[in-house]
């Protein structure tokens, strides 16, 4: 299966754009430690994308705490905080990406970033110089139910104008591969943020930023 004969190629932000998800992750280790809880990095990782009251159920419930909207969005403003103030300077695109995102534009590709981070959090870590290689940018709060729901996926292949079967997704995390392939979309995964056994519902899983320049910029190929 040739992946370059797609016409659309829709990325995901954290832990595929930018390296940022080790400072997201102890940004909420900490505000989660505020309000008495320990919460495993895995776990954090598991559910990227996906943090909100009703999708981290477990997370609280393990912790032997029933979670309310209140303390949800209590742990979640305390969250972005010290992401803000400690950890945003930090981030950083992925070295490959700006080239594979330049060689993709050269080659005809539409191009999107899927994010569930709202946009205050995109402008405070994505160079504009990058986000305007992007042909549409969807963040969190323009959709009304966020990943791992397809809904993102499918407004912005829409957006782009290409049908699912024209687009494939680069996502990390099993919340952005869920809402890819219930878009209809082909999904490949990256392993950035977490080891292939937890990316198995993906179509194809790659294990760094360099063997996906060859698969989609350079006409790699799947035999």
Known sequence: MRLSAKEAVLFDMDGVVVDSMPWHVQAWREAFRVFGLDIPEETLYLHEGA????????IFEDQGVTPTPELFDRVLALQRRIFTEKYRHLVRPFPEIPDLLRDLRLEGKKLALVTSS??????????????????????????????????????????????????LAVENAPAGIKAAKGAGLFCVALTTTLSPEHLTEADLVVPDHKNLYRLLAQNGHLS
Do not use: C, N
């Open 51 to 58: 943090i909100e009251v009703e999708t981290s159920r477990k």
């Open 118 to 167: 709202h946009r205050q959090i995109l402008e405070e870590i994505l160079p504009k110089s990058l986000l305007d290689l992007f042909h549409f940018v969807l963040t969190g709060d323009q959709v009304r139910r966020r990943k791992p729901h397809p809904e993102p996926y499918l407004k912005a292949a829409e957006s782009l104008g290409v049908g699912s079967d024209q687009a």
